[in-house]
């Protein structure tokens, strides 16, 4: 039997170092939201974009490279490639403390949080008639986005919540505090094979579902679903299928909503569009035309900036798979 292959010393100096600096940001997280609750840390965010950019570039935070070359395939100069990617560091930094301040435990504390959060709604239209499936983004504080459409509602609802990270207690609990609100909230699995069901039972009953619509395919080893092909930045990608195939199985009018932080504040909830109900491919044009251009405005608020290649990549469907394996099984 031949042995295992030993990790040599690069790799192990490499995962050492990845893990230090996790570390590293994970303590400097929690001793600023230590230090917050007793002075206000507003100045530090606004002025550490411009302090990232006077320190060498391997100083200015694991994602600022990928994020300073993907900006820069994507037309914009280096200089201001630079200046965003330091942003881009400075914003998941503040998103890491703010979410260790949200007083998750105190429902009164965290209304007059979310009441702070101002919602721009350009389109005007009232809470009543709003439908019920919501498709947010990842960008700013996008949890804050997720207790934003909970707190508005006025009267007690039940939320279904689909979450990658199903395994992760954290997520969870804090999903479930969010109940404080007023509301019912059932978390699922993303994952399972009955949660697309689950859902689609909820909008039927009118309970409000809430989803993330900007994921890839996959990333890494993990596939969050289908492949649904499209064009982001004027580029051919490929994003997650199931939102949009829900919304379109069902008939159902979605509203994307997402969150525009700010340094040093708690930045606004912004109503980008309603999705009328209309076939996959008419309902895809409209989602993407807000994607483009919510995300074109500020790219330095998406979280997946630095994993911009993880939608070019083209991923096979599900029965391209199978039809792969059948014809190398016959062979």
Known sequence: MAEPARV?????????????????????ARCLAWIA?????????RVLPALLQ???AAWRGKDY???RQNLEALGYARPQAQALAC?????????????????????????????GIPEVDPL???????????????????????????????SPTRFVIPIWNFADAYTQASLRQLEGLGHRVEVLDAAHPTTALTMARALKRGERVILFCDLPVSMGALRFGEPLPGRLFERCAQFVKGPLFLAAKLQCDALMVGHRAQLGGRGQVRILTRVRAAPLAIMQRQWM????????AAPEQWLYLPRLEAYYQRQRSAGEQRGTAGLDGRR
Not at 289 to 296: K, N, Q
């Open 8 to 28: 040599g010393w690069r790799m192990r100096y490499w995962l050492l170092r990845m893990s230090a600096r996790a570390y590293l940001a994970h303590g400097v």
């Open 37 to 45: 609750r007793f002075v206000p840390l507003g100045w530090l965010f």
């Open 54 to 56: 006077r320190l060498p």
């Open 65 to 67: 490279s990928l994020c």
């Open 87 to 115: 942003r881009y560091g400075v914003l998941q930094l503040q998103r890491a403390v703010h979410e260790r301040l949200y007083p998750r435990r105190q429902p009164q504390a965290l209304r007059a949080w979310v009441n």
């Open 124 to 154: 005007g239209w009232p809470a009543a008639s709003r439908p019920a499936l919501y498709l947010l983004l990842h960008t700013g504080e996008y949890w804050m986005a997720v207790t934003s459409v909970m707190a508005r509602e006025a």
């Open 289 to 296: 035309a807000a994607l483009e251009r919510f995300i074109g």
